[in-house]
């Protein structure tokens, strides 16, 4: 069967649960001993503490964890999981409390409960500290059951799946929340159907503009996608149908946000993108799968590097398959994955399909444990990551997945992230070899410790005893455990470096007065004046000032009895205050709309590239002299920039008052139709909106492509009028562009 899924707007479709009929029904079909009037008692528990609320759709609250419990049963997960879906916000949002839990439902599913009410305690609200802190719950809540996070996922997917009832400005800020966490952790544990339905769910609220283009640039050229599915699948069949392989043939097109990955990070356009087909052929062995790979090979060319054997080497979440690229039919380039029922299973559910629902009490296989333990040394190796926002960094390369595979000089086999180093390769197999790490033999020839590892080195570590790390290397290494134990080190060091220091600046400030700073630091007046600016040790206030945070003159002045009062100044001034000074000398009077780290009177710049507007979700970065830029988040420039003066940046306010409207430029697909642009010139008009510029051509294909210059007040107003334009018959594709 051709399994091209196309549907109308959206990519996925989905039935709602109604009843807990069809819960049990779905349980019943694999799962025959299953305790089915256990569901029932936990849906008239979850029903009747629930009644009297209602979603924002409008239906009762109850049909929330009814659908969650719908989809945990998707995933064939075990009933306690799926009873914690259906109780899962009665304790958070309701009068029931987890005894109540405990004593009709027992420990294991309290526990449960509990676990996913302290992950939905953590509001995220867009700070990055919040963020970090509340990935790193959420991490330790796994490590102690995943289940937790399996109804977090499924708990998420559905307000995803009705978004579209939440207030306009909640959507894009709740989608991208999901794209950064959820998403990841989704891909991590290897639940592949979860993840691909998130992703695009979050492209479509994330980025409404392109997803549509996207869906009608799809929809254009379905019946000839599935002609040509069809025709793979011909050709694939009478190929392997010649010799005695039982198989089945999967066609699909790739979800749309790889499909908007993939034209982004290749800068190409739909047209451009070969490659949005991917087939699956699922056969009964492992042997089976290399022989139809032998068949296939056959009669297509493969296209040269693109082949992965992920059945040799499987990936860190237990991703198994062969990976190939071929020229198809017409010479199209089309993605082949081959792979066993079994490793078909795991493609698609991951974690959730290791999961031996009928052996009670022991839930975890060989498998599951491994993964818990990747995620107890992830916990483990951020202990010491007093920042939130290092964390959140460094743990967001941990989730995506890992694409570089590379052999130990004793040929064992070690994943890493692209773009990963000798040093990751060092650190990742103990933190001695990583802080003498010179340099890399990789396959023979040496190599620089900045050498980006590529899929099947063998790599060798050259250390030297004179070597230490540096605060560079956190340009080179990319997992999280190398940066850590470099960030570790450096502090270390620097804390060591000011301790020295700092005692040579006291001492000489001291002698200064004719005075040796030994005898003073002892005795009473000494621990007072330990006391008075909270320091612990000597160490501790040496180390103060070497940091320039006590001055050596402050000393002088408490702990000398007869210290004659000098009025030689010298002042050290951060450079924050630097620049909140440049700023108030060239502040406007109108009140700023971006607060830079809480303080609303820095001096902002809008970055040319992205132009934001407020509710766009932004970052800022401090350029000398010229206060602070501010670029989209999603900005490609911002990327570019050093990362080390970055800064939290907030709209002080949703909405720009009227004079503070901004430019940005949209473009508009459409037929060339007359009076198209009178009808646009007039949504734009409804919406209060100006029109600075507008340029329009015509395509060879009859199409219209209108580039307009408008001044808005905020992202709200932007797509609101974005709206209205899709709205207007004959128009294709409304894109907002960034330069
Ligand atoms: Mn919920």
């Given at each position: 069967m051709a399994q091209a899924h196309f549907t109308t707007d959206d990519f996925h479709s989905w039935k709602p649960l109604k009843t807990v009929d069809e819960l049990c029904e779905k349980i019943a079909k694999y799962?025959?001993?299953?305790?089915l009037n256990l569901i029932r008692r936990a849906y008239t528990f979850s029903e009747k503490h629930h009644e009297g609320q209602f979603r924002r759709s409008g239906e009762p609250y109850i049909s929330h964890p009814l659908s969650v419990s719908g989809i945990l049963a998707d995933l064939r997960l075990d009933i306690e999981t799926i009873v914690t879906g259906l109780l899962h916000d009665t304790v958070e949002d309701t009068t029931a409390t987890l005894d109540d839990i405990k004593r009709e439902f027992g420990e294991t599913i309290a526990t449960l409960v509990d676990g996913v009410t302290k992950i939905n305690q953590?509001?995220?609200?867009?700070?990055v500290e919040k963020q970090g802190e509340n990935i790193r719950k959420m991490i330790v809540a796994m490590g102690k059951d995943v289940r937790v996070v399996l109804v977090k996922l499924a708990d998420r997917l559905h307000n995803m799946r009705t978004l579209?009832?939440?207030?306009y400005d909640k959507q894009s800020r709740i989608a991208l929340e999901t794209l950064e966490i959820y998403c990841p952790l989704a891909g991590r544990m290897g639940i592949n159907t979860l993840k691909i339905e998130l992703e695009d769910l979050c492209f479509r609220y994330y980025r409404p503009d392109v997803y549509y283009i996207l869906v009608q640039q799809i929809k254009k050229s379905e019946a000839e996608t599935n002609r040509y599915i069809e025709e793979v699948r011909k050709q694939i069949g009478e190929a392997l149908g010649k010799t005695n392989l039982k198989h089945e043939v999967q066609g699909r097109s790739k979800h749309l946000w790889s499909i908007y990955k993939k034209m982004t990070s290749r800068d190409l356009d739909y047209e451009q993108v070969y490659d949005v087909l991917a087939f699956r052929v699922i056969v009964s062995s492992i042997p089976e799968c290399y022989e139809a790979l032998g068949y296939i090979h056959s009669i297509w060319k493969p296209v040269p590097g693109?082949?992965?054997d992920f059945i040799a080497m499987p990936k860190a979440n237990n991703y198994q398959s062969l990976h190939t690229t071929v020229m198809g039919p017409g010479g199209e380039r089309i993605e082949i994955q081959i792979r066993t029922q079994e490793m078909h299973l795991i493609a698609e559910?991951?974690?959730?399909?290791?999961?031996?629902?009928?052996?009670k009490g022991n839930a975890s296989s060989n498998k599951t444990e491994a993964q818990a333990q990747w995620l107890r040394e992830l916990v483990q190796w951020h202990?010491?990551?007093?920042?939130p926002e290092e964390f959140l960094d460094t743990v967001k390369t941990d989730l995506f997945e890992s694409e570089i595979y590379v052999f130990t000089p004793n040929g064992d086999v070690r994943e890493f992230p692209e773009g990963a180093t000798p040093l990751d390769f060092a650190y990742s197999i103990h933190s001695d070899l990583g802080n003498s790490c010179m340099g890399a033999r990789v396959n023979g020839k040496m190599v620089p410790l900045k050498y980006r590892m590529q899929n099947g080195d063998t790599i060798e570590i050259v250390t030297s005893k004179t070597q230490s790390p540096s605060k560079d290397w956190l340009k080179f290494a990319v997992t999280s455990k190398a940066k850590s134990k470099i960030r570790q080190f450096v502090k270390e060091e620097q804390r060591k470096r000011s301790l020295i220091l700092g005692k040579e600046l006291v001492e000489k400030e001291f002698r200064k007065f004719g005075a040796a700073a030994a005898k003073h630091f002892q005795g009473d007046v000494f621990n007072q004046f330990l006391k008075d600016f909270g320091l612990h040790s000597m160490e501790e206030m040496f180390i103060r000032v070497g940091y320039g945070k006590l001055e050596p003159r402050n000393l002088v002045e408490k702990l000398l009895p007869n210290f004659n009062q000098q009025t030689e100044k010298t002042e050290t001034q951060s450079f924050m205050d630097k620049v909140v000074k440049a700023a108030q000398t060239k502040i406007?009077?109108?009140?700023?709309?971006v607060s830079v780290d809480g303080m609303d009177d820095v001096l902002v710049h809008f970055a040319k590239c992205c132009s934001p507007i407020p509710g766009d979700s932004i970052v800022g970065f401090i350029s000398r002299g010229r206060g602070v830029t501010l670029h989209r988040s999603d900005c490609k420039k911002a990327f570019e920039l050093?990362?080390?003066r970055k800064v939290e940046v907030q709209w002080t306010s949703k909405k720009a008052e009227l004079g503070q409207e901004r430019n940005v430029k949209l473009k508009v697909l459409s037929?060339?139709?007359?009076?198209l642009l009178k009808m646009m010139s007039e949504a734009f008009a409804v919406h209060g909106i100006n029109i600075e510029s507008a340029q329009v051509r015509t395509t060879k294909d009859k199409k219209a492509i209108c580039v307009f210059q408008i001044s808005v007040r905020d992202a709200k107003q932007l797509s609101e009028a974005i709206l209205g334009l899709q709205?207007?018959?004959?128009?294709?594709g409304v894109e907002r562009v960034m330069s």
């Open positions: 799962d025959s001993q299953a305790d953590m509001k995220f609200r867009n700070s579209h009832h939440m207030p693109r082949f992965k559910r991951g974690i959730a399909a290791h999961w031996k629902y009928k052996e202990q010491n990551v007093r920042n406007r009077k109108s009140k700023s709309l050093d990362q080390e037929q060339d139709i007359t009076g709205k207007i018959r004959g128009i294709l």
